[in-house]
């Protein structure tokens, strides 16, 4: 050590173990004030997720309000809000097609539709095909062809049906064969389902007779 009280390129600092963590401590309790002061950012309002939203469905031409989750099904809705239990649950994935419906007229899966997507829509279930106790054109076609054997699919199978029908009024086989091609059938009922949708589409040609 140099009189100045320097130390020379030879001579070695040394910090004893107290003072070291003397010096930790006193930095530590430095910087825990300094962040004390600053405050905590604000976390943005968060809705409130339990809240049902409000909306309003047209189904078979009856209009019903209601309070729905935003990440409800339509099939959910029309099961077990509305009671209409016409269109089934199948894959609920949008590949069996037993819970088709129509929207404006064209099919959709109601288990890949949310409710809140519905509305100003006008949908149109099984339930709603019949005239009261009488069957449509198409129901009857069904019934005659013996388009069904389980009859779990049959629903959906004559929503996919009507849809098709409304849209092409005379279908060749091979576009019968395509637009129902969305609707899967367990038992394979499928060459009766095919002549229903014939004999459906013979029949409102001719003016309803079979």
Same mark, same amino acid.
């Given at each position: 050590m140099s009189d100045r009280g320097k130390p020379e390129p030879g001579d070695v600092q040394r910090v004893s173990r107290r003072g070291f963590l003397t010096t930790v401590s006193s930095s530590a309790a430095a910087v825990a004030v300094a962040g004390a002061a600053i405050p905590a950012a604000a976390e943005p309002a968060r809705r409130d997720d339990s809240e049902p939203t409000r909306i309003v469905l047209t189904v078979n031409?009856?209009? /019903?309000?209601?309070?729905?989750?935003?990440?409800?099904?339509?099939?959910?809705?029309?099961?077990?809000?509305?009671?209409?239990?016409?269109?089934?649950?199948?894959?609920?994935?949008?590949?069996?097609?037993?819970?088709?419906? @129509? @929207?404006?007229?064209?099919?959709?899966?109601?288990?890949?539709?949310?409710?809140?997507?519905?509305?100003?829509?006008?949908?149109?279930?099984?339930?709603? @095909?019949?005239?009261?106790?009488?069957?449509?054109?198409?129901?009857?076609?069904?019934?005659?062809?013996?388009? /069904?054997?389980?009859?779990?699919?049959?629903p959906g199978q004559v929503m996919a049906a009507e849809g098709l029908l409304r849209r092409i009024a005379s279908p060749t086989p091979d576009e019968i064969r395509l637009g129902m091609s969305g609707n899967l059938c367990r038992c394979g009922a499928y060459g009766h389902i095919f002549a229903a949708v014939r004999r459906a589409a013979?029949?409102?040609?001719?003016g309803g007779a079979q």
């Open positions: 031409g009856r209009t /019903y309000r209601l309070g729905v989750e935003p990440r409800e099904t339509l099939i959910s809705v029309l099961r077990e809000r509305l009671g209409l239990i016409g269109a089934k649950p199948g894959c609920e994935r949008g590949e069996c097609g037993a819970c088709t419906v @129509l @929207l404006d007229g064209s099919t959709r899966y109601s288990c890949m539709t949310l409710a809140v997507e519905a509305q100003g829509h006008a949908i149109t279930t099984i339930e709603g @095909l019949a005239n009261g106790e009488e069957l449509s054109l198409l129901q009857q076609a069904f019934v005659h062809e013996d388009g /069904y054997q389980c009859g779990f699919c049959t013979d029949a409102r040609k001719s």
